[in-house]
Structure formats: structure tokens, C-alpha cells
């Protein structure tokens, strides 16, 4: 993907956001990748797009977890401006999503980053992802 649909000023990427890709063929690829290269432990889901934008109905975000926890020391990094996060409640990562989030303060994130997160909607859902966690193994590990 490149692209993103959140419309901050300062930002180069544009909002259209071609998505090309099959996730299967991508992450075989990956598994491959990963399977090459032992020394690389965590990888980054994307640098120039809105990685939550999408899901769940795109399913990239699923297919890159199962991807990971397909070795027993892979890790995929979310970084994120959105508060998109309750599609996944349902998504078993076992540990091996790191989410973060940019924040910034509320006059910014509400007049710069138009359709972004607001920094409490973004603090909101840093919260929700330690929730989540909390139920299952007692630890916020999605942040």
C-alpha cells in the first residue's frame, strides 16, 4: 500500500492508497524471508501507509500475524495514527504484535491530522490493546 486517508497537511503520501498485492503470495514470500534471515526478529508492517485503515476487511494485518507466529521469535510492528482497533479483539496474535502509535497534542491531531485519530481516541485505543491482552496471558503485550 502507499497511500493514506488521513489528510495531514504536512504529509507527502496523498490519500489514494493502491492496494496490490495477493496477502497468501506476500506472505509465503515473507516466510521465506524470515526463514533466510534468523537475525531479524521484528518487522515493520508498513512505513508509508495507514496500516489500520483497511481491516479488517483487507485481512493484512491477520495474514502478517499468522505470518510471524509461524517461527517463535517474529514480531510485526503496527505504527499508526488510527483508533481503528476492535476488529482485533478477535485477533490471537500470542505476542507477537507490537502496536504504537504517534501522538500528538489534541490542537494538532484534531486541525493537522483531519481524519486521523484524536491523541485521546489514539490513547483510547492504546488502552483497548492492553485491555485485550489482560484477559488472555495477564499482560498488555500489544503495546
Known sequence: MYGCPHHCVYC??????PICVNLRAYCG???RWMEANPWQKVYLYDDVSEAL?????????????????????????????SANVDFLE????KGRCIMTWSLTSNTQS???ERTAGTMDERIEAARK??????GRNGRGDWI
Open 110 to 112: 484534531q486541525v493537522t
Open 90 to 93: 478477535s485477533l490471537d496474535h
Open 12 to 17: 507527502h503520501f496523498g490519500e489514494i492508497m
Open 29 to 31: 514470500h515473507l516466510a
Open 53 to 81: 485503515f483497511p481491516e479488517p476487511a483487507l485481512g493484512a494485518v491477520e495474514e502478517r500475524v499468522k505470518c510471524c507466529r509461524q517461527f517463535p521469535d517474529r514480531h510485526l510492528v503496527i505504527h499508526t495514527k
Open 129 to 134: 490493546c492492553a485491555e485485550l491482552l489482560k
